[in-house]
């Protein structure tokens, strides 16, 4: 009897991490649940947005009083060390902690949304049924590309889904470019991803890359894609009854026009995972994709050099000091720090950066730095006494400095000599990224034998859009 129950708790076992493995195949977000709940991690786990916000405000509570000694430290003359080793671990910690606030905030929006803990297809409530099956074949393809059936079946959900998609667009031009970009042959450089694959790493994308979050997104049918971006708007005049109607000033209009590059990630598993049935090959591919495109692009965004990538919005014309008024559109102004290789000494100059920008920028305005120097912007003080770094105190806001909020991009530069380590203004406004629509795959299983690759990619573009809406700070006397 004893030997029967034990028998049968273990197949009770067995049916419960089954019933995992098919919840977590069939939900993302479950999926996506399980993984965090097994996640080690050297920092505590928070269980709650408000438990998060609590921490960082004590935390920053200690860091003050510690700064504060190191200041009076310095005031008399004493050795500050190992003040500054203490703030520097305390950075680390409110680092962290912000961001465990930030996956929190995101697993709560992902539980949000219709259908999320429903299982089955409840986040894929967009896709028609041709984008499921098309999906489905292609997956089934994935683990078994040799396999006649499977890649008769591929080719055929993607005839039905061009042949829908062209139907549903009026566009004479539409055939040509889904055939270039919806569907493919494998022999003709791979297949091009499911929409719902594709939309999903590009929401992480997002998550990941900090400028794709804040700038503005559009998503082209060429590379060759121009925007005209209107300077100073169309001049206007007040009239009476009566008066004679003068003609306005035609608007300044500047040609905006991204450099385009292939993003692209080969991430590997091994045969044996591939053959695995409780291998969620759709997730798997989803984040090594999102994660290594991510992280490409959000340097290029910050500082590509425009040849066969995105050209980054430190990577135009050299910054001037000249207002708005006077300089050339395309290039951004700049704000002097007053130290030749240094963050100023006075708070004063970062009110000068602000109050560079114009009102109608300011509204939707932000800072975006790296970690280093995000960590020495929380020394600042008013003339109060007041810390000008403030934590965030609601659930979904950022921290901020002097009352705007700060994104971090660890791609920024450091602080140095000509430096321009922190931007300032309205990202929706000043630069572009510009999506190819299409996002293609590769199979690849000969380069290293015992480990499939796939050649993920997609062509991206960037530029600066509106050089009035973004202003800099160098690391310069003058």
């Known amino acids: 009897m004893k030997q029967m129950h034990k028998d049968f708790g273990a197949f009770r076992a067995k049916l419960a991490v089954i019933a995992v493995a098919i919840a977590a195949a069939t939900s993302p977000a479950f999926a996506a649940g399980v993984a965090v709940c097994y996640e ?17 405000n004590t935390a920053f509570d200690e860091y003050k009083k510690t700064n504060d000694l190191r200041i009076e430290a310095i005031k008399k003359g004493q050795p500050t060390g190992d003040f500054e080793a203490k703030l520097s671990k305390m950075d680390e910690h409110m680092n962290a902690l912000t961001e465990q606030k930030e996956r929190l905030e995101k697993m709560e929006t992902k539980l ?48 039905a889904l061009r042949t829908i998609e062209t139907k549903a667009s009026p566009d004479e031009n539409f055939e040509a470019r889904s055939t270039q970009t919806v569907v493919g042959t494998n022999s003709a450089g791979g297949y091009a991803l499911p929409k719902v694959i594709e939309n999903a790493i590009a929401r992480l994308s997002v998550d990941i890359s900090p400028i794709r979050s804040i700038a503005t997104v559009r998503t082209v049918g060429t590379p060759d894609y121009h925007e005209l971006f209107d300077i100073n708007g169309a001049a206007f005049e007040w009239l009476g009854e009566g008066d004679t109607r003068n ?13 385009f590059g292939m993003s692209s990630a080969k991430p590997q598993a091994s045969e044996e995972s591939m053959n695995d049935l409780f291998f969620n090959v759709e997730d798997w591919l989803t984040m090594s994709a999102a994660e290594a495109m991510a992280q490409g692009e959000g340097a290029a965004f910050v500082a590509g050099n425009g040849t066969k990538k995105p050209t980054g919005f430190l990577a135009g014309p050299t910054p001037v000091a000249t207002a708005d008024a006077s300089r050339a559109f395309g290039t951004l102004q700049y704000i002097a720090s007053g130290q030749a290789a240094a963050l100023p000494t006075s708070p004063d100059l970062f009110y000068d950066l602000i109050y560079s920008l114009r009102a109608r920028y300011r509204n939707n ?12 912007l929380r ?35 450091a602080v140095a000599a000509n430096a321009f380590p922190i931007a300032f203004g309205d990202f929706k406004e000043g630069y572009l990224i510009a999506d190819l629509v299409g996002m293609r795959m590769t199979r690849d299983e ?5 480990f499939v690759k796939f050649y993920v990619r997609r062509r991206v573009g960037g530029k600066l859009r509106n050089t009035q809406a973004i202003k800099l700070m160098k690391m310069a006397t003058s």
């Open 365 to 376: 305005a932000r800072f975006v730095t790296a970690k280093l120097t995000l960590a020495a």
């Open 379 to 413: 020394k600042y003080k008013d003339t109060t006494g007041q810390y000008l770094w403030q934590p965030a105190l609601t659930a979904g806001q950022p921290a901020t400095f002097l009352g705007y909020g700060i994104t971090e991009a660890e791609d920024m530069p």
């Open 247 to 259: 003609q306005t000033n035609t608007p300044d209009l500047a040609e905006i026009v991204p450099t």
């Open 112 to 159: 949000a949304r219709p259908g999320a803990l429903g299982g089955g297809n409840g986040g894929e409530k967009g896709a028609s049924k041709e984008e499921q099956e098309y999906k489905n074949a292609f997956l089934g393809w994935l683990r078994n590309p040799k396999d006649i059936k499977s890649q008769q079946n591929l080719e055929q959900r993607a005839d």
């Open 446 to 450: 000969i380069t290293t034998p015992g």
């Open 40 to 56: 080690q991690r050297d920092e505590p786990t928070l269980t709650s947005i408000s438990e998060a916000i609590t921490k960082i």
